[in-house]
Each structure stands twice: as C-alpha cells, then as structure tokens.
C-alpha cells in the first residue's frame, strides 16, 4: 500500500506506484499540459522513468516531495503535486493536472492541502508558487490556495509571477 501524504475532500495524494505510468503518460502526453510549462510531451519511458525516480526517493515527509493525486470517488490518477527545492526551508509549491481536471477546483483544493499539511508536518517557513505571467488560471488556484502575488521575477530563466504564503499569515 502507497504512503499518502494527505486528503482533500475530494482527491488522496500518496506516493506514486508502478502501475501510474499508463495513466501519467495519458496526462503528460497532452500538450496542452505543457503549454505553459516550457515542457514538451511526454513518452511512457519518461512517465516510467519519472516514477521510478519519485519511488527511489521514497519521499516519507512533506518538506520536499511529489505525489499522485487521484480521484477519491474513482481511484482515477489526475495529476500530480509536490514541494520542490528552491530555497533553504522556502520550497516551491507545483503540480500538474490532467485537461479533463482543469476548472474543477482542483488545483486550488490540493494547492491548500499541501500548503496546510507541510505546515503542520515541518519548519518549513514559506512557500513560493510560480506561474508563467499568461497562466490565469494558474495564478488564480495560487491565491484560491492562500498565497499573495508578489509579481514578477526572474525564475530558471524567464520571467514568472510570484507569489508566496509564509507560515506565520496561513490560516
């Protein structure tokens, strides 16, 4: 049985198993995806070998990890979340949902989630967000998550939008 990280009232976020890939690649094939993301398309091989790298990091804590999120109601994989490196006890909050997920709520539900969770389960002591200046949609599930737009800066060499949630303002 995966680990999970934690629920929502709608989606379960746990740790990634083998048999994801099918339904990650479907996800992460879609270019539509990627729009945003500087990203290409992803082949099954890449969803395998991302898997395989997630469980060989056997991520156990919410300071840094990524995990599947699935459908409670249908045990469908929908995408994934995860805290990933950017500054020491500052990591950067993302995920990626399927098309068939977008406009759901989804994103700002696990956004939240994840950003209530860590905080309680670390001394993490901020989270950063970032969106590509476009991704209104992104941007809103940012705030509806409980960050604060900061504007925009350079992040892996282009320009994103900010935003930030510090542990002392979460409510």
């Keep these: ?17 083998l048999e994801d ?3 990650l690649f479907e996800i992460m094939s879609d270019s539509r995806v990627h729009t945003y993301t500087g990203d290409t398309p992803w082949s099954l091989e890449r969803a395998e070998n991302y898997i395989a790298f997630m469980l060989e990091k056997n991520f156990q804590t919410l300071e840094l990890f990524h995990g599947a999120c699935v ?8 995408g994934f979340t995860g805290l990933n490196p950017y500054l020491p006890k500052q ?9 068939p997920f977008w406009g759901k709520g989804y994103a700002s539900e696990i956004g939240k989630a994840v950003i209530c969770e860590a905080f309680d389960a670390t001394d993490i002591t901020c989270i950063f967000g970032m969106a590509h200046p476009e991704n209104k949609a992104s941007m ?15 992040f892996r060499g282009h ?5 930030r949630v510090d542990r002392d303002s979460f409510s």
């Design 1 to 17: 049985m995966p680990h999970v990280y934690f629920e929502t009232p709608r989606v379960t976020v746990r740790q990634w198993i």
């Design 21 to 23: 890939a099918p339904a």
């Design 71 to 78: 459908l409670k109601e249908t045990n469908q994989l929908i």
């Design 91 to 99: 990591p950067e909050l993302e995920w990626q949902l399927g098309v």
């Design 140 to 154: 809103r599930a940012l705030e509806k998550s409980g960050m604060t737009c900061m504007g925009l800066h350079e």
């Design 159 to 163: 320009m994103d939008m900010f935003f």
